[in-house]
């Protein structure tokens, strides 16, 4: 079993839609969890951090379910812009720091 | 400015030859992390070092060296064991403990096998 899992999508969706991504982890002492955002051909960049409690970021709402080992990300009234690749992050014993294969969204007009 | 710098942005090797990728940092960070990335896939974790002159294998170590001389530089060296190289290669840094920290990239390189 892979370490941390996506569905890879793709996810297309119209503008305006609400979409929700889920990423599950398989080793239960993971501390740290991320959503990273990458576009076509350009490295990954840090969208949020995910917290224990669940966080917003205008748009963007990540959560934690520690119990089922999933990290969660909602994006609410989806713009073109949103169009990427979503990758989840889990650190995992020392420094190990593991992406998921990252699930493709297309946003349509 | 500070950020992470990868050279050089496309390289081309034949087969059977070593090539190495640079990786240099000047945000004093700590943590060091290579990964590949193939085409529609996600990050996979080739090396890691949490500190000079120390370094640990990830996922995918096999075919694959590196150094950690000094803290700003983390060369990634990829041999002709690693039967096929040609993928985006991924760079990156993290400060302090790593916990709940930003991990910080370079732009890849782009290797090509002909």
């Known amino acids: 079993r892979k370490e941390v899992e996506q569905d890879p999508g793709p996810f297309n969706v119209p503008e305006g839609a609400t979409v929700a991504f889920n990423c599950t982890y398989s080793n239960s002492a993971s501390q740290s969890f991320f959503w990273y955002r990458q576009d076509c051909r350009k490295e990954p960049k840090l969208l949020m951090s995910?917290?224990?409690s669940g966080n917003e970021d205008g748009r963007f709402t990540a959560q934690l379910n520690r119990a089922s080992q999933y990290i969660s990300l909602l994006i609410r009234d989806s713009k073109l812009s949103d169009s990427a690749t979503y990758l989840c992050?889990?650190?995992?014993?020392?420094?190990?720091?593991?992406f998921g294969t990252g699930t493709r969204l297309k946003v349509l007009a | 400015d500070g950020g992470i710098t990868q050279s050089p942005k496309y390289l081309f090797r034949k087969e059977g030859q070593n090539v190495t990728l640079s990786c240099e940092q000047n945000?004093?960070?700590?943590?060091m992390y290579w990964y590949r990335q193939d085409p529609g896939q996600g990050l996979r974790l080739i090396y890691y070092?949490?500190?000079?002159?120390?370094?640990q294998k990830g996922d995918i170590a096999e075919g694959y060296s590196v150094s950690r001389e000094k803290k700003e530089s983390f060369p990634l060296t990829v041999t002709s064991a690693q039967k096929n190289p040609t993928a985006f290669y991924l760079c990156?840094?993290?400060?302090?403990?790593?916990?709940?920290?930003?991990?910080?990239f370079g732009q890849g390189t782009r290797l090509t096998v002909v």
């Open positions: 945000l004093n960070h700590d943590a």
């Open positions: 992050v889990v650190t995992s014993g020392t420094y190990k720091y593991i």
């Open positions: 990156a840094s993290i400060e302090g403990t790593g916990w709940n920290t930003e991990a910080f």
């Open positions: 070092s949490q500190i000079v002159n120390d370094f």
């Open positions: 995910v917290y224990s």
